[in-house]
Every structure is written in structure tokens, then in C-alpha cells.
């Protein structure tokens, strides 16, 4: 099968909304800043998709809560699952890595936002790290 025809599927935990990606799925991120912590319970591991690439089925059970002017998250309102960072002014969404049904062909690629992560654990991986 072509890359660029590869689907890549995915869901919150009940299954009220689910996902499919087209294509080849950037590295992930982890990122460790303290809105992606409080949202997780720990770190948030996402990939940027395209959103011509992203078809969301349920959407009727999708919750998008605003953390910011420019940034909404997408969790399901029935579940609670954590599924989507959405910077509204850009031309992809990021998608949580955990939603994905396996295999997604990808590994962490860098931790994001190093320098407010939670003090009880550390990053030894030997990926890259940014502060911010």
C-alpha cells in the first residue's frame, strides 16, 4: 500500500469518537509544559497532522475547551479522553499518540517544554529537548 494512501485509525476510550489519519505520521513530541501535565496526569505525547489529512467521526461528542486565544483542546464529553491540541490559527491539529491504534510507525522524535516539567521524574531517552 502507498504511504501517502496509509490510513491510520484511532479513538477515545468508549469509542464515541474516533479518527482517521492519511498519510505518514510525523515524529512525535512529548511535551511537558504544566497545561499538557494537568490535561494528561503526566506528559502529552501528540503528532502534527494536516487537517485535510484528519476525518474525526463523532464529532457530536467532541468537547473543545479553550486554553487559550489560540489554542483549544478536543477531548471526548463522554469518555473524557484527551484526543486533540488544536492551534485554531495554523493548518493542522495535533493528535494524542495514546488514541492511536497500534502500529503507528513512528517513534518520539523531542520533548517540548523541558523547562516546566513535573519534578518527579526525568528525561534520559537521549532525545532532543527544548526548553520551550
Not at 512525535?28 to 476525518?55: E, I, M, N, Q
Not at 486565544?69 to 492551534?87: A, I, M, N, Q, Y
Request: with cysteine.
Amino acid at each position: 500500500m502507498e504511504e501517502e494512501s496509509r490510513s491510520h485509525k484511532g479513538s477515545c476510550i468508549c469509542g464515541a469518537v474516533s479518527f482517521a489519519v492519511t498519510g505518514t505520521l510525523s515524529a512525535p513530541d512529548a511535551c511537558h509544559c504544566s497545561d499538557c501535565r494537568k490535561l494528561s496526569g503526566h506528559f502529552f505525547a501528540s503528532t502534527d497532522v494536516p487537517r485535510s489529512a484528519l476525518t474525526i467521526h463523532g464529532a457530536e461528542n467532541l468537547t473543545w475547551f479553550r486554553t487559550s486565544e489560540k489554542v483549544r483542546r478536543g477531548f471526548c464529553s463522554t469518555c473524557g479522553s484527551s484526543l486533540f491540541w488544536d492551534p485554531m490559527e495554523n493548518d493542522w491539529t495535533a493528535v494524542a499518540m495514546g488514541a492511536f491504534d497500534s502500529p503507528t510507525g513512528t517513534t518520539l522524535g523531542m520533548h517540548i517544554h523541558v523547562a516546566d516539567k513535573g519534578d518527579y521524574y526525568g528525561i534520559e531517552d537521549g532525545l532532543p529537548q527544548n526548553e520551550h
